[in-house]
């Protein structure tokens, strides 16, 4: 059967959802944000950000605000973190969990910010370049808010990379043939060209970071994986149809024996801007 590839992903306009579908995709985000490998390639972002005490910062695209909060430690209190998500719902949802910390909560678009020209320090762009409609007109944006010498941190997946072992061979192919043909063109490859993006855009000290990201067992990787996942139904995501009650069987098995494995690159490329 011809995949169906989607036009648009659900994050490129959560408002747009059942509410109950948006808060169970706030909370998928919030269950990854506590996977130790995410964490991994957060902590890699960070290293290559280096915001200073006192930093104001951006997070474009900031989901629930997690990241921003964390941000917002590191920066102390002479620091600022702006939150920044299209989703009014989402940025409701962020202002919900605030902790007191210096964050500012805005809704807008990653493409046309209202923020004035040179006017933060540093940027931080997770997981979102694959669901914008024209990632090197953000990049634009991100670019004309920072000021000179600041620093713009890219973080995105490289869907290609999936791979897995322990379940038959064949199947594996299926599961990744069919993911592939849903994810729109920016999905399926993101991460691996945001290195290219901001040497294009003239950033210096551009450093680009891959973070392979491996799941050892089912449980670990379905936080991650939604293919992997028993709770995302098939019609919301990409186990394909005939096949997905063997899939589940196998990777149960592998999980059982202790040799399953999945695999997922994250890119973590940083530029400055000159
Ligand atoms: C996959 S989530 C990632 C959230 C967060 N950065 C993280 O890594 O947990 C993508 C987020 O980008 C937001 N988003 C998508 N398109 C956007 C746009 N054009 N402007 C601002 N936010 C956008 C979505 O609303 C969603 O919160």
Redesign the pocket.
């Known amino acids: 059967m011809k995949p169906v590839q989607m036009e648009r992903?659900p994050?490129?306009?959560?408002?747009g959802l059942p509410s109950e579908m948006t808060a169970m995709?706030?909370a998928a985000?919030?269950a990854?944000?506590h996977h130790p490998e995410?964490r991994r390639v957060r902590d890699t972002a960070l290293q290559a950000l280096r915001p200073e005490p006192g930093a104001r910062l951006l997070?474009?695209?900031?989901?629930?605000g997690?990241?921003a909060r964390w941000l917002a430690a590191k920066v102390g209190p002479a620091g600022e973190v702006i939150a920044?998500?299209?989703?009014a719902a989402?940025i409701t949802a962020a202002r919900q969990r605030h902790d007191g910390s210096n964050v500012r909560y805005l809704?807008?678009?990653?493409?046309a910010?209202t923020l004035p020209a040179d006017s933060v320090d540093g940027v931080?762009?997770?997981?979102?370049l694959?669901?914008?409609?024209d990632a090197d007109v953000?990049i634009g944006e991100l670019i004309r808010v920072t000021r000179p010498g600041g620093r713009i941190c890219l973080?995105d997946t490289d869907w290609g990379s999936l791979a897995f072992d322990g379940v038959p061979a064949r199947l594996a192919r299926t599961v990744v043939a069919t993911m592939h043909g849903r994810l729109t063109p920016h999905q399926a490859d993101m991460g691996r060209t945001l290195r290219r993006r901001l040497v294009g855009a003239r950033l210096a000290e551009v450093t680009a970071t891959p973070v392979t990201c491996v799941f050892g067992d089912p449980a670990s990787a379905a936080v991650v994986l939604p293919m992997v996942n028993p709770m995302v139904p098939q019609e919301a995501w990409m186990t394909p149809p005939g096949v997905r009650d063997e899939w589940f069987s196998y990777v149960d098995a592998a999980g059982h024996r202790g040799d399953f494995l999945a695999i997922l690159t994250i890119w973590v490329v940083t530029g400055t801007v000159v």
């Not at 994050?11 to 408002?15: I, W």
């Not at 931080?124 to 979102?128: F, G, I, M, Q």
């Not at 694959?130 to 409609?133: G, L, N």
């Open positions: 992903t994050f490129a306009d959560l408002d995709l706030l985000l919030e990854m944000g995410i997070d474009a695209g900031s989901g629930a997690d990241v920044l998500d299209s989703s989402t809704t807008g678009d990653v493409a910010t931080w762009c997770e997981r979102v694959q669901h914008v409609d953000v973080i």
